[in-house]
């Protein structure tokens, strides 16, 4: 591993936003999709895991175990306990945000295209109707989901939608910060390289394998229900 030297090493883990972000006050956690800089540097500097902690392979040896296989698998998900029991019901928070979305949707004349996402993925079973009656509703976690609107006009799908995990309630942790992030599995700059070094590539439709796989708890259920 290349030399990293201590300034460098004091940019990534403190490194100081270098564009305003308008979404900051909304979504304060939601560094995948706005640290730009740390992640950047992070891939530039070549920091690698060296090897599992006990943690890990605690974590990992856990989720293994929990696969379960009938006719399809069935998988229970790796939280971090100490987190999760602390993330409260969003209901109120949700349902602004519901509101919001389907506004913008029926001032852009998106709204049944949108719908129409939903109803598709219904009929292949990707997801499912629940009812839960109003009196439960803050026994929930929900998750909010927006849009996503190409005009390209070579894309096969034109509208779809991104679901946030991030979202938090006070200083409460949200789904992602307390879900267990795993190890790093591959390195990003060697699979572009090799993506690009060979003449032929295969590409592989992994929408059945996805379907294939199921929430082993009910209870992990309840961090699925979308708005």
Known sequence: MAEVSPSQLCFVLESQSMYEDPLSDFFPDSDVQRGLEK????ELLRIREQGLTD???QKIALFQQSI???D???VQLPWEEDKISHVPPNHAVALRILEHV???LERKQLYQD????????EREGIIEEIFVPPQRF????WIPHRPVVKSDPTTTTKIRRVFNCSLKVGDSPSLNESTYQGVNLSDLLDLLLTFRSNKHVVLADIKKAFLMIHLKLELD?????GW
């Open 39 to 42: 992640m950047f540097g992070v």
């Open 55 to 57: 943690y890990d392979e």
């Open 68 to 70: 379960l296989f009938k």
């Open 72 to 74: 399809k698998y069935y």
């Open 102 to 104: 389907a506004q913008n």
């Open 114 to 121: 949108y719908l129409q996402v939903f109803q598709q993925q």
């Open 138 to 141: 803050n026994e929930f976690i």
């Open 221 to 225: 259920n309840f961090f699925f229900e």
